[in-house]
């Protein structure tokens, strides 16, 4: 990776750090001297995997912090934790539901994968915005090249007409770009210290295995090997994600990838995404809706 530099005395939060790509980004970002806070839903497994990392990284300054992102009192309680900790140098809001395959709810009643990917991750921002802007943070949302197939239902966001799981999941990485890149000119228009960055790892197969155990024993193997080819591990996946956070090249607005073909897999580079990913009129409409839905206002 061409940005290896010694993080040293950063501090950085990961959403959905223990386990997938947010695991191996919570890796590469104490590998290079940072300090990360995982935050996630159980306790009892961050506890694990707070002891593998520490013994794959002598030293790793890592800690836990409960979130659910399905649970908007979750959200908020655990921004109040956060916010009485030093500021942050960014914020990895990686974590999320890939593939439910029939259509279940949040604990507040959204779409359990619009919901939680980026209803929940909305709230937190909301919540911890002045704290971003006090450490001069990057805000990295994850993306999905499968934004370029779809378009937001912006009169069902909650997929409530008809549900297929890969279809929502997709608009929810679509409004979570929206959002992101949004955030972005808002923050730039109040004159905020902190910034807004997009990123997606490409194909990394074992991000997007479905949640069905069927489903991985019979399909998923068949599927693992045709994609070999042109698909990359959840580690190669997270450099994208490490680089938007932390490297000096990645400003604000940014939308970074694997620069192979068809932003399959290879190294880190800035690309393109889509310009119905970057529509004001739908990032606004968005915007509206997600505060009505979650009663938060973000104050830019």
């Known amino acids: ?29 104490l590998e290079r001297g940072a300090d990360v806070v995982l935050a996630a839903r159980s306790p009892e497994k961050a506890q694990s995997v707070l002891a593998a990392l520490r013994d794959r990284v002598p030293g790793a300054r ?14 908020g309680a655990a ?53 971003f802007e006090a450490g001069s943070a990057r805000i990295v949302h994850l993306g999905s090249i499968s934004h370029r197939w779809f378009r937001l239902h ?18 929810s990485k679509l409004a979570v770009m929206l959002f992101g890149f949004e955030l972005e000119l808002r923050l730039r ?16 197969w074992d991000e997007l295995d479905a949640d069905d155990p069927g489903w991985s024993r019979t399909f998923g193997r068949l599927a693992r090997r045709a994609a070999a080819t042109i698909s990359q591990g959840k580690d190669a996946g997270a450099a994208p994600l ?3 956070l932390t490297a000096p090249d990645a400003g604000g607005g940014g939308y970074w990838g694997p620069r192979g073909w068809f932003q399959l897999k290879g190294a880190p ?32």
């Open 269 to 300: 580079t800035r690309t393109a995404a889509e310009p119905h990913a970057r529509d004001r009129v739908a990032a606004a409409a968005l915007w509206r809706a997600s505060e009505r839905a979650t009663g938060l206002r973000i104050p830019t």
């Open 79 to 131: 921004a109040e934790r956060l916010a009485s900790g030093p500021p942050v140098a960014g914020l990895l809001a990686n974590a999320g539901v890939v593939g439910a395959r029939t259509r279940r709810q949040t604990t507040d009643g959204f779409e359990l994968q619009f919901g939680t990917n980026h209803l929940g991750h909305f709230a937190l921002v909301a919540h911890l915005l002045p704290w």
């Open 242 to 244: 490490v680089h938007a």
């Open 1 to 29: 990776m061409s940005d290896g530099g010694d993080l040293s005395g950063r501090r950085y939060v990961v959403t959905g750090g223990t386990a997938g790509l947010g695991l191996h980004a919570t890796r590469l970002l």
């Open 154 to 171: 912006l009169d069902d966001l909650q997929s409530e007409r008809r549900y297929d799981g890969a279809s929502a999941y997709a608009r």
């Open 189 to 204: 228009e109040a004159g905020s210290p902190a910034s807004s960055i997009v990123a997606h790892p490409g194909f990394s």
């Open 62 to 75: 890592v800690e836990h912090q409960q979130l659910d992102l399905a649970d908007l009192r979750s959200v």
